[in-house]
């Protein structure tokens, strides 16, 4: 959920500011499941490329991605500026480029999740990251369309904090492991 919280509020905030219909705004969430299913699933092959390197350390790094990625969040929850430029989400290069910007700190958890788990529980994660992804932002596209605005920052504050909370987690179970 916390991996998804941008995807929720770039969806609400875009069929709010637009008139997005609803196919389109279906077209956007699968969209967004797949770069946020996809992202880590590349991060997760980029973090078991360099696992055996790492081996010794990879709790640490996993557990510093994440609480990075989580206090940008929560730094950009309170510190960032909201973005009130109109959006054209009717084009689907609109949509993906969107998708990628919602994702980034997906692939960066990705790493971590390449760095301390197995490919079965990777491409599990990942499809349900993706699934996930794709309802949420349903959820979002029909916020929006009911003109129900999402509070952004709240938001990313509370998913910050659950990416902290992933990677106190995962440092914990390999130490007391």
């Known amino acids: 959920m916390a991996l998804c919280v941008d995807s929720l509020v770039v969806s609400t905030t875009a069929a709010f500011k637009s008139k997005m219909t609803f196919g389109r705004g279906l077209l956007m969430a699968l969209v967004f499941g797949i770069c946020q299913g996809g992202f880590p699933l590349l991060g997760a092959l980029l973090g078991g490329t ?3 390197l790492v081996s010794s350390v990879d709790h640490w790094i996993a557990f510093g991605l994440l609480a ?3 206090g940008k969040m929560i730094w950009d929850a ?3 500026e909201e973005d009130s430029r109109p959006l054209d ?3 689907l290069g609109t949509m993906f480029l969107l998708g990628v910007a919602t994702s980034i700190d997906a692939f960066v958890v990705g790493v971590g999740f390449g760095l301390s788990s197995t490919l079965p529980q990777i491409l599990l994660t990942v499809l349900v990251i993706g699934a996930v992804t794709f309802a949420v932002s349903v959820v979002g596209v029909c916020l929006g369309k009911c ?3 999402i509070k952004e ?3 990313t504050a509370v998913a910050g904090l ?3 909370g992933l990677g106190g987690y995962t440092l914990c179970e390999h130490l007391m492991g």
């Open 50 to 52: 360099f696992k055996s």
């Open 68 to 70: 990075a990625v989580g």
């Open 78 to 80: 309170f510190h960032g």
């Open 89 to 91: 989400v009717t084009r």
């Open 147 to 149: 003109q129900v605005p």
């Open 153 to 155: 920052k709240a938001a």
């Open 162 to 164: 659950v990416l902290i």
